[in-house]
């Protein structure tokens, strides 16, 4: 049997009044969820570990089955897996973004939706404005900038040092930003061949106050204020980290003899990468509403003709998410419904070789909060011969329901990979 995790980032959602104090998942249209629960089994899982925060890194990796005791980095050497930048032993790679601040606070953490195009153009005006007079002051290439996918980017310190706090802006919407500037782990230890966490702290608040002085002179802000459009004026590094080490899928489950990933984020790339997954690209795929889900689903189609294993990942709910956009999270969901999931399962059910369909998001990001919340998600699972539960739609309060009941972090693909 082949599977198959269609995994919609953020989904999942708190009741909210305006709908009757439904969820979003409950209010909306999505008839092939709910077929799916109904003709299969649904339970609910816990996707992040206790002092672990609730993020796509955390809980996508608990997905796919690892220890995140054991395997966690953080972000940044996810994303420059993807990106194709292949790290050092001495290197710390911590994710950029570039984000809209106004009147000290953080306005939101895209930039103002910005094309990777245009960041591309930044992230160049970054290394030769910014990166190259700390590299030339400091003697050896300390500081170096690569451009990710849309506000998505990545910064290398040569020797940085990942004891250090610092907080994601999307989860400070609104919030004034200098308080949450990087600070160092009160109790970490020292590395002689590292600088100290302290050094890396004050090195990554120097870039960000420089990139603010940098950024707003730059003509492509210039003209996005003459427009009243949102400029993208700073950069704020997070999750950051050494090199990870990671077993393949193939070397834990005898199921999976080669797989693919398909999602338009470099993080998703980068856990599909260290878990030797091949990496398919689609074009239209933007993370965001507008992401090409036809292209998506036929890629997985294309995918599991060869492979035993694959997981789609479409960022768009998550996103709408972040931005308090709930209209457009309801659409999102209703399109990862019938434009994604509707194709994949009319063309796997005729497959002589059956194929498992799981249904899940990662994490809530509920559109009243504008933030991640690690409580658990609802999943199904179907395939040909499973034998259904009691559920008769997908949502955050029918699952509770499910006969799986509420599995933890690993048990999740434990699960997956037992049925057939």
């Not at 706090?165 to 989860?171: E, G, L």
């Not at 427009?227 to 834990?252: D, K, V």
Request: glycine share 8%; aromatic share 6%; charged share 25%.
């Amino acid at each position: 049997m082949k599977h198959i995790i269609i995994l919609g980032d953020g989904m999942a959602d708190l009741p909210v009044e305006r709908l009757g104090g439904k969820t979003l998942l409950q209010y909306a249209h999505i008839p092939m969820m709910d077929f799916l629960a109904r003709e299969g089994r649904c339970g609910r899982l816990i996707t992040v570990p206790e002092g672990f925060p609730p993020g796509s890194e955390v809980a996508n990796t608990a997905i796919l089955g690892y220890d995140l005791n054991k395997v966690y980095e953080g972000r940044g050497p996810l994303e420059a897996a993807s990106i194709g930048y292949e790290m050092a032993d001495d290197d710390f790679a911590i994710r950029c973004n570039i984000i809209t601040l106004d009147n000290g606070k953080i306005i939101t953490h895209n930039g103002g939706n910005l094309e990777t195009q245009d960041a591309d153009v930044l992230i160049s005006y970054l290394n030769d404005t910014l990166a190259k007079p700390i590299n030339e002051r400091e003697g050896v290439e300390r500081v170096k900038f690569i451009t990710g996918i849309q506000y998505r980017h990545l910064l290398v310190i040569k020797g940085g040092n990942k004891h250090i706090i610092c907080a994601p802006p999307h989860d400070h919407p609104n919030e004034e930003w200098r308080p949450l500037l990087v600070q160092p782990e009160q109790k970490s230890v020292d590395d002689p061949s590292r600088l100290t966490p302290q050094q890396t702290a004050d090195l990554i608040n120097e870039l960000i106050l420089k990139s603010q002085e940098l950024l707003a002179q730059h003509p492509f802000n210039i003209e996005r204020a003459k427009r009243g459009e949102r400029q993208a004026n700073s950069i704020w590094p997070w999750s950051g980290g050494y090199r990870p080490s990671m077993q393949t899928l193939m070397e834990q489950y005898p199921q999976v003899k080669s797989g693919s990933v398909i999602s338009a984020v470099d993080l998703i790339r980068g856990i599909g990468h260290y878990a030797g997954l091949k990496i398919v690209e689609v074009e239209g795929a933007t993370g965001l509403a507008d992401t090409n889900y036809e292209g998506k689903a036929q890629a997985a189609i294309e995918a599991l003709r060869h492979d035993d294993f694959v997981f789609v990942h479409v960022e768009a709910s998550d996103e709408a998410g972040h931005d308090g956009d709930l209209e457009l999270k309801l659409k999102t969901i209703e399109y990862l419904d019938q434009r994604l999931i509707v194709p994949i399962y009319h063309e796997v059910r005729q497959w002589e070789e059956p194929v498992c369909i799981a249904v899940l998001p990662d994490h809530l990001t509920p559109v009243e909060m504008r933030i991640h919340v690690g409580q658990p998600v609802p999943f199904l699972i179907w395939h040909r011969g499973i034998q259904p539960d009691e559920v008769q739609q997908y949502d955050e309060v029918s699952c509770v329901s499910g006969s799986y009941g509420l599995l933890k972090l690993q048990e999740f693909m434990q699960t997956l990979m037992s049925e057939g």
